[in-house]
């Protein structure tokens, strides 16, 4: 089955946002700067992500099979090739584990222009992005 209703339409309605934010920063006169470009690099990535049918697909199966969560978890690379899916080069890991039995999270981190960045997707609570604070 695919997603919920309300994880998707919540997906989509960031996604949007995303898409603004991208425009306006490439507009921008000092989009060259490394804190700009990391902004870039980052909605790109989630938009790409977000976008992409076989994860949106695999979220669904994971959603109606939470069971699967520990093939995800023990094998990322091997689960994820069984469906045809490939990360964007700038992914460092896939997370993926149970917060309780009935709910579980998947998960990508990456790091692009210098900052690590999450997309997150859980069973409950549908989907979020976060850029990691860099270090002093």
């Known amino acids: 089955m695919p997603l919920p209703p309300e994880h998707v339409n919540y997906l989509e309605s960031n996604l949007h946002q995303h898409q603004q934010e991208l425009q306006d920063l490439e507009g921008r006169p000092d989009k060259d700067k490394p804190a700009i470009r990391a902004r870039i690099a980052f909605h790109k990535i989630t938009l790409s992500i977000g976008r992409d049918s076989k994860i949106r ?18 094998n990322p690379e091997e689960f994820l090739k069984a469906r045809a899916i490939k990360l964007p080069p700038d992914a460092t890991n896939v997370v993926a584990g149970k917060r309780a039995p009935d709910s579980v999270m998947a998960g990508i981190n990456f790091q692009a222009s210098g900052q690590d960045f999450s997309l997150l997707w859980d069973r409950k609570g549908g989907f979020g992005a976060r850029m990691v604070a860099t270090k002093a």
């Open 57 to 74: 697909s695999l979220l669904g199966e994971l959603y109606d099979n939470p069971q699967l969560i520990d093939q995800l978890a023990n």
